[in-house]
């Protein structure tokens, strides 16, 4: 598969095959996604992969913690500014309502769309589940480097004929699932990710979203 291939043929996917992926198969992702770059080549990123009993540990975790506290975890770091702004914020809506419409799920249907949102913390069935964590003394500039890092695995497991779903729902275990994990003090998780086999059938797995257009997001001067 070829680059471009990659970077258009990736999705974030929410339905998975019960199928299991060996460990073979994610240590060789994780081989190719190092390779992504970071300044001064900090390379300031760790990733945790669970699969089977130590995968349902943190499933386990989580819903006991949200059993407790249906908010969480106290807060690491807010996932949104507040009081989002346009065009961020209509995109936002957007993907939710797109993803929703698939789904049949009305807006009023509070309860599907939490149950939606939960299947998160399933890892959409998933058999694999990584954690990306980062030292919380590195600075936002090596959080922007762990962003491409994450990026590399999608595109690698492109390449391996997996699918991927980056999950920052899962920041408001960012604790719970720290402990589960038994990490040391400089290691906080940031986001989760579902590696696994996308399954072909499922409706959820067809949508694809929008981008703002080159001219949205680029000037170009000198040409
Ligand atoms: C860091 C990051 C975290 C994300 N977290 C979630 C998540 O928790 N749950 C989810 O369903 N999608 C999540 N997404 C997927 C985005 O909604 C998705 O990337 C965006 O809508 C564009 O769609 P695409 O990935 O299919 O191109 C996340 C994406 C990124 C980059």
Same mark, same amino acid.
């Given at each position: 598969?070829?680059?471009?291939? =990659?970077? !258009?043929? !990736?999705?974030?996917? !929410?339905?998975?095959?019960?199928? &299991?992926? &060996?460990? =073979?198969?994610?240590?060789a992702i994780l081989g190719d996604a190092r390779w992504a770059p970071s300044g001064g080549n900090l390379q300031p990123w760790k990733v945790h992969v669970v699969t089977g009993a130590a995968r349902q540990a943190i499933i386990d975790a989580v819903k006991a913690k949200l059993e407790s506290d249906p908010f969480g975890d106290e807060n690491t770091f807010p996932v949104y500014p507040e009081n989002l702004w346009d065009p961020y914020r209509a995109r936002r809506y957007a993907v939710g309502e797109q993803m929703y419409d698939i789904l049949a799920i009305p807006r009023e249907d509070k309860a599907g769309r939490l149950g939606q949102v939960l299947k998160n913390l399933d890892f959409f069935d998933a058999p694999v589940g990584l954690f990306f964590t980062i030292d919380p003394k590195m600075n936002p500039n090596q959080w922007a480097h762990l962003g491409m890092f994450i990026y590399a695995v999608t595109l690698a497991a492109e390449g391996h004929g997996l699918a991927t779903c980056m999950q920052e729902a899962w920041t408001r275990f960012t604790k719970t699932v720290g402990t589960a994990l038994d990490l040391p003090g400089d290691e906080q998780v940031y986001c989760g990710m579902a590696l696994g086999y996308a399954d072909p059938d499922a409706p959820l797995n067809t949508m694809r979203t929008d981008r703002a257009e080159v001219d949205e997001i680029a000037s170009f001067r000198g040409f």
């Open positions: 598969m070829g680059v471009i291939e =990659a970077i !258009r043929s !990736r999705i974030s996917t !929410r339905a998975f095959l019960d199928k &299991p992926v &060996p460990e =073979a198969t994610v240590r």
